[in-house]
């Protein structure tokens, strides 16, 4: 102790004398650094006798706060003095207006990521998040994709190993949490993220975009449920007088499937530019839960049932606020930002 406080009484009078912040930094290093002087000296406590330990200890910890405050005080002064010494070396014409600071604001995508988790949430759903690196069984087998399906083709998918993958969907976010509440019900969640694929990067494309799967197994649950659910989303999210439409699809998942329209925001229905002529856009792709994604979840399909859909919320933000290109999400040019 007579050691350690020598060090800090020689300690406090070099940085009484440091005259830049640089040497201040230095002396903070030579001290308290991992390899410093009363670090070694602090160290070394641990090995005096049992009884002395806890006395040695205090007076260390009390020296060594001492310090870093003297440190501290001496850097605010220095920093002070930098200060007055550049203001002195210009004139300040105190009557000129400040410059004003533009503040931040929320980016469209994320304003549209927080909406799509509040409807749900005001339905009873929670949210859930999951990984981004998959497996191979997660990410295609456990979500009834077959061996030969063109998903698991290397120019879909990015691989990582043989059977690790970037994740293609937020879709394996299912089977995990069924499988971590099963036989809990009902089941009732939404999982937003990044996803993955390769393609082409073009307007309407990106090789890492962002979906949000939404998933809901009960007993008795059927299509009346999936289309209920998604015509509250839609008149929430695009508009009360929205409608929505359900034409036949296939996805590996589920069984039987469904791809979602809405009526088109700008042309409400009439036919447009935008909606080609048809009145309807796509914004989703839908279906009850295959049995054997039950399965692999840890439910039996002979006693529950469940819906799925996931969105693309990147094309929900192009459609809220009209952008075109897919791209403009992720270039961050403040001249796009501003006008949403």
């Known amino acids: 102790m007579e050691e350690l406080e020598e060090l800090v009484n020689r300690a406090k009078s070099e940085i009484a004398g440091a005259d830049t912040l640089e ?3 230095q002396l903070e290093v030579a001290y308290l650094g991992r390899k410093g002087k009363v670090t070694s000296v602090l160290r070394s406590v641990g090995h005096l006798p049992p009884e002395q330990r806890p006395a040695a200890g205090r007076t260390a910890n009390r020296l060594r706060a001492e310090l870093a405050e003297a440190f501290n005080a001496r850097g605010e002064q220095l920093q002070l003095g930098a200060a007055s010494r550049a203001c002195g070396r210009r004139e300040v014409d105190v009557t000129l207006p ?5 503040p931040g604001r929320t ?5 549209v990521w927080r909406d799509v988790e509040a409807i749900f949430i005001g339905m009873g759903f929670d949210v859930v998040e999951g990984n981004e690196v998959e497996t191979d069984y997660f990410n295609f087998t456990a979500l009834n994709v077959p061996k030969d399906h063109p998903a698991r083709d290397m120019q879909d998918s990015f691989y990582l190993a043989d059977d690790i993958v970037l994740r293609t969907q937020t879709s394996p976010v299912q089977v995990r949490m069924m499988r971590e509440l099963a036989p809990r019900l009902p089941v009732r969640l939404v999982h937003p993220g990044k996803t993955y694929r390769r393609g082409d990067d073009d307007y309407t494309h990106s090789p890492m975009f962002h979906q949000m799967e939404c998933l809901y ?5 059927g299509l009346q449920h999936l289309k209920g659910v998604l015509l509250e989303f839609a008149r929430r999210f695009h508009g009360p007088e929205t409608q929505i439409r359900l034409r036949p699809s296939y996805f590996p998942f589920t069984e039987p499937s469904a791809e979602v329209d809405v009526t088109c925001a700008w042309c409400h229905g009439e036919g447009c530019r935008i909606c080609k002529g048809t009145g309807w856009i796509e914004i989703l792709g839908a279906g009850l839960v295959h049995p054997n994604v039950l399965r692999h979840g840890g439910y039996d399909p002979d006693e529950v049932t469940g819906f799925a859909f996931g969105m693309g919320l990147d094309r929900q933000a192009q459609l809220r606020y009209g952008i075109d290109n897919v791209r403009l999400l992720f270039l961050n040019d403040w001249r796009m930002l501003q006008q949403v």
Do not use: E, N, S, Y
């Open 23 to 25: 040497r201040l930094r």
């Open 98 to 102: 400040g410059t004003a600071v533009k």
């Open 217 to 221: 197994v009960d007993k008795g649950i």
């Open 107 to 111: 980016h469209p995508l994320m304003r």
